[in-house]
């Protein structure tokens, strides 16, 4: 790695991850092919931004949590269904309020579990705020302020983070009052709100962003600069992640049980590990009844999103005895999404017979494709077989996780591929990329210029070739294009 991508290090200047040499080159080469500088540097800033703040929105049952999300997101993306336990397949979503963007966390799923409605609601809450830099407290005002809400107020003011009560169901002046009686809380000012029918909502969402930091702190290394490297282990229930997380410890840290699920509050661990000190989080779900898998699995959800906030790099284990499942999917999914560095363990690799490993091999080949990039190791969490094969992947993810390339280099390569492979010709026209930068690191961010509109097929491509130019291995690469504006000729 060179000195800009050393662990902790953030660039000193105000151009994203460019020089102010290097970004006053660029900009006379944008100027030189058109485009405006307000142009460029707002596509430098949109692409360079690090990780977005999160709000979490959390409370009880049947409050409007979910309606309140898709109203935030101003499209129905949360499910809504008049009974608690409405599981869903994502937990975070993107979102933007007056030029600002951020993600939100729903926490609309819940189950009754043994320990009663009250602490299963309060415990999903803290879940969410785990991975939340503010939150929103939703309330029924026409209820009013129930013993649930009381059990979460009570772990959010543990937990420290800034808190904006919604009163929602408040549909018009005459509800102010039944909001009115929230102040009893101890939260502060009650924003009355209608999220069905939209009332009050962009007030709350201005006070929301208030809270939210402009860029959440980086919490990566537990010791700061230089600080522990955090690792999520992350995968569906019963893939061995707690077996894991005890093996390379060399003793038993946390519980291990053939009922999926035994994990249940967050297991953060600092292990010596290769000569280095890594800090492992086991995200293995929680404890539940078997017939509450809904809810269990929307947990696990709200866990993973949680860990992989506060990651730098995933280590997804899949069970190698079993095929590869949707959940699998989904969780490698939501590692690539999050933009963390990426490592595939494939544990249970002792049980493995030769039939098994052929159709393993075939599954990768068809439902993993898109991740060819990461790291594989084929380890046995239970009897320690290649392990020592876990950090190096984890190291090389990491590395490919804060690769920069300088923006010469990257135009020469560029520029190389725009002659050699040439976008089709569409409509009677032939874009082409006209010059880019790589805006950000910790995942590789690029920004790409062209005279016209690129197909995801090319972008595929130019990415695809950054790769085997470059590296990048075990990592997302964001790449987002800015088309040319046509502007009328001077007079």
């Not at 080469?29 to 990780?51: D, K, M, R, Y």
């Not at 002046?173 to 102040?183: F, Q, R």
């Not at 509450?292 to 860990?307: C, H, K, N, P, V």
């Amino acid at each position: 790695m060179n000195d800009q991508n050393q662990h902790g290090d953030e660039p000193a200047h105000e151009h994203g991850e460019l020089g102010d040499a290097e970004f006053a080159q660029f900009m006379e080469l944008a100027a030189e092919e058109g485009f405006e500088a307000e142009e460029v540097e707002g596509a430098l800033e949109e692409a360079s931004h690090g990780p977005l703040p999160v709000l979490a929105v959390v409370g009880r049952p049947n409050v409007g949590k979910s309606t309140l999300v898709n109203r935030i997101l101003g499209r129905r993306e949360a499910v809504v269904e008049d009974r608690p336990g409405v599981t869903r397949d994502r937990v975070t979503y993107e979102a933007e309020w007056a030029g600002r963007r951020f993600k939100v966390v729903d926490t609309g799923g819940w189950e009754l579990d043994v320990l009663g409605m009250e602490a299963s609601v309060a415990a999903q809450a803290e879940f969410a705020v785990e991975a939340a830099d503010a939150v929103v407290f939703v309330v029924d005002a026409q209820v009013g302020a129930t013993d649930t809400d009381e059990a979460v107020v009570r772990m959010l003011r543990k937990a420290g983070k800034p808190v904006v009560l919604c009163a929602n169901k408040v549909d018009g002046p005459t509800g102010e009052a039944d909001a009115a009686y929230l102040w009893g809380l101890g939260l502060g000012e009650p924003h009355p709100v209608s999220a069905l029918h939209g009332r009050g909502t962009g007030d709350l969402l201005d006070v929301a962003l208030d809270a939210l930091p402009e860029a959440p702190e980086q919490t990566f290394g537990a010791g700061g600069v230089g600080g522990p490297r955090r690792v999520a282990l992350i995968g569906r229930p019963n893939v061995g992640k707690s077996s894991l997380l005890n093996k390379v410890a060399k003793e038993d840290r946390v519980v291990v049980n053939e009922e999926a699920g035994t994990t249940r509050d967050p297991v953060d661990e600092l292990i010596e590990l290769a000569g280095r000190t890594w800090m492992f989080v086991d995200t293995a779900g929680i404890r539940r009844r078997v017939h509450l898998q809904e809810g269990a699995d929307y947990y696990a959800s709200l866990r993973t999103a949680a860990a992989l906030e506060k990651a730098e790099v995933a280590v997804v284990l899949i069970d190698v005895t079993e095929s590869i499942s949707v959940q699998d999917l989904r969780i490698i999914t939501m590692a690539v999404e999050a933009g963390r560095a990426l490592v595939i363990a494939y544990n249970k690799w002792d049980n493995l017979d030769d039939e098994r490993r052929f159709y393993l091999e075939r599954e990768i080949e068809r439902d993993l494709v898109q991740v060819r990039w990461a790291p594989r190791v084929n380890i046995s969490a239970r009897t320690g077989r290649h392990m020592e094969k876990l950090v190096p992947a984890i190291e090389t993810a990491l590395e490919g996780w804060e690769t920069r390339v300088p923006t010469g280099k990257l135009n020469s390569f560029l520029g190389e591929i725009v002659a050699a492979n040439p976008h089709p010709v569409r409509g009677g026209k032939q874009p082409r990329i006209l010059f880019g930068t790589q805006a950000g690191v910790r995942p590789p961010r690029f920004v790409l210029f062209a005279s016209g509109f690129l197909e995801a097929g090319y972008r595929r491509f130019i990415e695809r070739r950054l790769r085997e130019e470059f590296g990048f291995e075990g990592t997302p690469v964001h790449m987002s294009v800015r088309v040319r504006e046509k502007r009328g000729k001077k007079k």
